[in-house]
């Protein structure tokens, strides 16, 4: 493997038309030179960006002959109109992004996804106020504190409350399409609170239709502030933010989303159909890089976590604090201060097949869009497999893992059996509502939840 260089030394030499080597291991032969050697990739600064930074510290990257250059990103928005542009040529995404833009709910364009980034990693935030109030409806343990998972139900008297007094009850989300909309959604529908429509139809993206409690978008690293400016009652984002708030002692994080739905998919790196067409060999390797840097980040029982959080630190990545980010990076989980819990699960970057983009989980993504009225008519089910397939490129993934397999890098008994592999998971049961999802009847499990747009309604 190459010297690994720095990110300014890297620039420089490329500034000065240096000559790009390439990896002669076997794998790499065996997809191909890429066609593209050079590459800007945007992410925003949360923990789960994790894989990309550590292809690029590990030499992952460059074992592909691949030379990247990760760029920060100012939002979700900004992100997306980049790769479309192509000023990025991929980037970490919110799980929805991709599928919005495909079937043109906001930017349009074709965005694929080759790669799934993790498994959960999110979490609800509610102002300290609110606790205090949410607290009088929990139930305690044996110790004296409350007990996981905690319900809506518990927040719908705070909303309710609030309600009666003519007072809105206001909560940040991340992104109209991201996974911390959706999940702040199933979690406050299951306890009876109405999270509101989108009416895309009538001009009305807010979302804020028939709703109790009013949902808004805050980046990321600003929810904490807009928590404690009191502009906002809660939030759902990812890590590190809602333990900044703990750290802060301004919010206490109320559940996370591995407990609304057991290892949900979170983020994927997307890029355009027309990279993916253009440059399949320089695809394959980037997913490769990736691949082995998930593998890395929870090898041997997450014995890398230590690691990755010094890494995740730097200000060119997360740059928040070590501790802060430690406190779910390495397995564990605090919600009210000095409660920290283990949830050995709460980041998960490879097991369980985490970086395969299966269908199922786009369905899911599409059937919540339905529901909310983001997808304005009803759709049947061959609608959501033929956009689900066209976005989620399993197949793309496969060249990759293969080529690992290859290599030695690799063994088959780490990726799913491609022979087999329909791409839809078994009905998935844990959820907090208990309600059961199937990827292969989504009308059937939009119907069967309380809340929400179900045949063909409209909001």
């Known amino acids: 493997m190459m010297k690994k260089l720095k990110m300014t030394v890297l620039a420089m030499a490329l500034s000065m038309g240096c000559g790009l080597l390439v990896s002669t291991n076997a794998s790499a032969q065996a997809v191909g030179k890429p066609e593209k050697e050079e590459l800007k990739l945007g992410f925003i600064k949360l923990t789960d960006m994790a894989p990309l930074a550590i292809a690029y510290e590990k030499g992952y990257f460059e074992d592909e002959g691949l030379f990247v250059t990760l760029e920060a990103q100012a939002n979700w928005k900004v992100l997306l109109d980049r790769v479309i542009t192509g000023e990025l040529d991929g980037a970490h995404m919110l799980a929805g992004q991709p599928l919005a833009a495909t079937i043109g709910f906001g930017t349009k364009a074709h965005i694929v996804t080759p790669f799934s980034m993790d498994l959960n990693g999110n979490g609800i935030t509610v102002s300290n106020a609110v606790w205090q109030e949410m607290k009088q409806h929990i139930p305690k343990g044996p110790d004296g504190k409350p007990v996981h998972p905690i319900k809506a139900d518990a927040l719908k008297k705070v909303v309710d409350k609030y309600k009666a007094a003519g007072k809105p009850f206001k909560m940040g989300m991340v992104f109209p399409v991201s996974t911390h909309n959706y999940e702040l959604r199933y979690w406050l529908a299951s306890g009876g609170i109405h999270p509101g429509f989108y009416a895309p139809q009538n001009g009305d993206t807010s979302g804020n239709l028939k709703a109790d409690a009013l949902l808004s978008v805050t980046p990321p690293p600003q929810m904490p502030?807009?928590?404690?400016?009191?502009?906002?009652?809660?939030?759902?984002?990812?890590?590190?933010?809602?333990?900044?708030?703990?750290?802060?002692?301004?919010?206490?994080?109320?559940?996370?989303?591995?407990?609304?739905?057991?290892?949900?998919?979170?983020?994927?790196?997307?890029?355009t159909k027309e990279f993916a067409d253009k440059n399949p060999n320089t695809t394959a390797r980037?997913?490769?890089?990736?691949?082995?840097?998930?593998?890395?980040?929870?090898?041997?029982?997450?014995?890398?976590?230590?690691?990755?959080?010094?890494?995740?630190?730097?200000?060119?990545?997360v740059g928040a604090d070590a501790k802060v980010i430690a406190n779910s990076m390495t397995g564990t989980f605090e919600y009210e201060k000095?409660?920290?819990?283990?949830?050995?699960?709460?980041?998960?970057?490879?097991?369980?097949?985490?970086?395969?983009?299966?269908?199922?989980?786009?369905?899911?993504?599409?059937?919540?869009?339905?529901r909310w009225g983001q997808i304005a008519d009803k759709k049947d089910d061959k609608w959501f497999f033929d956009t689900a397939k066209s976005v989620y490129r399993p197949d793309l993934y496969a060249v990759a893992a293969k080529a690992l397999i290859t290599d030695g890098k690799m063994k088959a008994s780490e990726f799913p059996d491609f022979a087999k592999e329909s791409g839809f998971k078994p009905p998935q049961k844990e959820f907090i509502d208990g309600v059961t999802y199937d990827g292969k009847k989504p009308n059937a499990y939009i119907d069967s939840l309380k809340i929400g747009l179900k045949g063909a309604e409209k909001p």
């Open 338 to 370: 000095g409660d920290k819990r283990s949830v050995p699960d709460f980041n998960v970057f490879f097991r369980y097949n985490a970086t395969y983009p299966y269908y199922s989980d786009a369905v899911w993504y599409l059937t919540q869009m339905r």
């Open 286 to 317: 980037l997913v490769k890089a990736m691949i082995r840097a998930a593998k890395w980040l929870d090898e041997n029982n997450n014995a890398n976590r230590g690691e990755a959080v010094k890494i995740l630190a730097k200000p060119q990545y």
């Open 225 to 271: 502030a807009t928590l404690e400016a009191g502009t906002i009652d809660g939030y759902s984002v990812g890590e590190p933010w809602n333990q900044q708030a703990v750290e802060k002692g301004i919010g206490v994080p109320v559940i996370t989303d591995y407990e609304i739905w057991k290892n949900n998919p979170e983020k994927v790196f997307g890029i």
